[in-house]
């Protein structure tokens, strides 16, 4: 008998962009998308969104196989709304079938990503490429960087996701690949939404461009594999991947400095000796 197809529910919120899809990620298969403001407005639209492409598709919270997030690099609010959320649902599911809830399905963000990419060179005709560069916006003047190779069995990581300064893009792409490995100009893409901002910076890497953003359809062809392979976890680590700690060091030290400075504003101003 064929396997029964499986219904998946997709959120993308690492960008300014959100992305939820329901489906079964299987080629050919229908799809319900929904593409709209993310950022700050994703915890206000998120659940909304979800309940009216449940409704379209005619579908319950409790009939879906499993939840799929991206789990970041990305914005730190919009990964923070999608783990709470898919941890709310996952565990509002459970019932007798299912005790624990619905399984969940991080996804890197970049891998997400780099299948937009694939699935948009295909859509305009292009060649298929063998390596490709997933960049992603970090600000701070800096990128999300991962590389990955494209083989039979899909997508592999060739350089896991990493912070990069635009003027070392091209030394971390030469470091990501053996130092024998051939590129080729035809089949090497680059893909993300860093080039109007960054492309300057590293334009004499060769390939292809690919102006994308990951999405919540590139979550659902990349989930039939990944559930397959056993990387479904339970609700409680439904946890975002931050590649940046920066932030919070950056924080905790201007915490420190604030402090610093009003010691020293309540400490009583030294008095000059007389002159006597």
Same mark, same amino acid.
């Given at each position: 008998?064929?396997?029964?197809?499986?219904?998946?529910?997709?959120?993308?919120?690492?960008?300014?962009?959100?992305?939820?899809?329901?489906?079964?990620?299987?080629?050919?298969?229908?799809?319900?998308?929904?593409?709209?403001?993310?950022?700050?407005?994703?915890?206000?639209?998120?659940?909304?969104?979800?309940?009216?492409?449940?409704?379209?598709?005619?579908?319950?919270?409790?009939?879906?196989?499993?939840?799929?997030?991206?789990?970041?690099?990305?914005?730190?609010?919009?990964?923070?709304?999608?783990?709470?959320?898919?941890?709310?649902?996952?565990?509002?599911?459970?019932?007798?079938?299912?005790?624990?809830?619905?399984?969940?399905?991080?996804?890197?963000?970049?891998? /997400?990503? !780099?299948?937009?990419? #694939?699935?948009?060179? +295909?859509? %305009?005709? *292009?060649? =298929?490429?063998?390596?490709?560069? $997933? &960049?992603?916006?970090?600000?701070?003047?800096?990128?999300?960087?991962?590389?990955?190779?494209?083989?039979?069995?899909?997508?592999?990581?060739?350089?896991?996701?990493?912070?990069?300064?635009?003027?070392?893009?091209?030394?971390?792409?030469?470091?990501?690949?053996?130092?024998?490995?051939?590129?080729?100009?035809?089949?090497?893409?680059?893909?993300?939404?860093?080039?109007?901002?960054?492309?300057?910076?590293?334009?004499?890497?060769?390939?292809?461009?690919?102006?994308?953003?990951?999405? /919540?359809? !590139?979550?659902?062809? #990349?989930?039939?594999? +990944?559930? %397959?392979? *056993?990387? =479904?976890?339970?609700?409680?680590? $439904? &946890?975002?991947?931050?590649?940046?700690?920066?932030?919070?060091?950056?924080?905790?030290?201007?915490?420190?400095?604030?402090?610093?400075?009003?010691?020293?504003?309540?400490?009583?101003?030294?008095?000059?000796?007389?002159?006597?």
């Amino acid at each position: 008998m064929p396997a029964p197809t499986l219904k998946l529910l997709a959120i993308e919120t690492s960008t300014d962009t959100l992305s939820v899809a329901l489906g079964s990620g299987a080629p050919g298969e229908p799809m319900w998308q929904h593409t709209g403001p993310g950022a700050a407005q994703a915890s206000l639209t998120l659940l909304p969104v979800i309940q009216s492409l449940l409704a379209e598709a005619g579908w319950t919270l409790q009939e879906l196989d499993a939840l799929v997030f991206a789990r970041g690099p990305g914005s730190f609010t919009g990964l923070r709304t999608a783990c709470a959320v898919v941890q709310g649902l996952a565990y509002g599911a459970r019932g007798p079938q299912r005790p624990d809830g619905l399984q969940v399905l991080p996804v890197d963000t970049l891998q /997400a990503l !780099a299948r937009e990419s #694939l699935s948009l060179q +295909a859509e %305009a005709g *292009g060649p =298929a490429p063998r390596r490709i560069a $997933a &960049l992603l916006d970090a600000r701070m003047g800096e990128l999300y960087v991962a590389a990955y190779g494209l083989s039979d069995a899909g997508l592999v990581e060739q350089s896991p996701p990493r912070l990069c300064a635009p003027g070392d893009v091209a030394e971390w792409w030469r470091s990501a690949w053996p130092a024998d490995a051939a590129h080729d100009a035809r089949t090497d893409l680059l893909a993300g939404n860093v080039f109007d901002g960054h492309g300057a910076e590293f334009s004499e890497v060769p390939g292809q461009r690919q102006p994308a953003l990951p999405t /919540a359809r !590139a979550l659902l062809q #990349l989930a039939p594999a +990944a559930l %397959a392979e *056993g990387k =479904a976890v339970p609700p409680h680590l $439904a &946890l975002p991947l931050y590649v940046r700690d920066k932030v919070a060091q950056t924080s905790a030290e201007r915490e420190q400095l604030r402090r610093e400075q009003l010691a020293r504003l309540a400490a009583p101003a030294p008095v000059a000796p007389l002159d006597v």
